[in-house]
């Protein structure tokens, strides 16, 4: 089956500092991906839309400056969490879409993000 | 109101029983609708899409209401690793293809 594969699938930083995720689908080609932020005991919540060759669509709420997606290519998706603080604390995943619509998405591992 | 609600539970069930979850959106033009399964600090995976003609796969069942805008998960003979949180997912054309995510039902099995 199509799969997305995410790394790192945690990390610890400093505050002050910048982390990058990766989100590659391996076996399709992913016009767009997703990225979502799930905090402890809570539901995944959409932060932004990556789309191959543009500019990322955000949700609101969500600081573009902070959190620099770029999508060069159908296969690779890449989030940026920049000056990463504790309350940026989470787990983030990405999502592609591997067929139509009426098959679903499907997940990376997720990244559990640790700013201490 | 939330676009994709669910009954946070927890569900405590003993082995072999029975369980349902419900869960209802509120936006009429949502099209794809899907219940996937989270394992505590995994990804979500999905377990099936719902047709409006129901479907089962195995233990699971799913049924959509279109005019009542609800969707259900009905698990049978359950069992020890069914334990997980089930996520209603709903998929809205017109809004780039996203999914909105229901805050799950944590459902725990017990011997």
Not at chain 1, 5 to 13: D, L, R
Not at chain 1, 97 to 102: E, K, S
Not at chain 2, 3 to 27: H, I, K, L, M, R
Not at chain 2, 80 to 101: E, H, I
Request: charge should be positive.
């Amino acid at each position: 089956g199509a799969v997305v594969s995410q790394h790192p699938s945690w990390v610890i930083c400093k505050s002050g500092t910048s982390v990058k995720i990766e989100c590659r689908s391996l076996d399709f080609q992913a016009t767009t991906m997703f990225w979502y932020r799930q905090f402890p005991k809570q539901s995944l919540m959409l932060m932004a839309t990556s789309n191959e060759g543009s500019k990322a669509t955000y949700e609101q709420g969500v600081e573009k400056d902070k959190f620099l997606i770029n999508h060069a290519s159908l296969t690779l998706s890449t989030l940026t969490v920049t000056s990463a603080h504790p309350e940026d604390s989470s787990f983030y995943i990405c999502s592609g879409q591997p067929g139509q619509a009426l098959v679903g998405y499907t997940f990376g591992s997720g990244t559990r993000l640790t700013v201490v | 109101r939330k676009e994709v609600e669910q009954d946070p539970g927890p569900f405590n069930v003993p082995e072999g029983a029975t369980v349902a979850f419900n869960c209802t959106y509120s936006n009429s033009a949502s099209q794809s609708f899907f219940w996937y399964r989270q394992d505590c600090r995994k990804e979500p995976k999905l377990l099936m899409s719902v047709y409006s003609s129901g479907n089962e796969d195995g233990r699971f069942t799913a049924q959509l209401n279109r005019a009542s805008q609800y969707i259900s998960l009905l698990i049978r003979d359950s069992k020890l690793s069914d334990s997980a949180t089930y996520l209603c997912v709903v998929n809205r054309k017109g809004a780039g293809n996203m999914l909105t995510f229901g805050g799950g039902t944590r459902l725990m099995v017990k011997p």
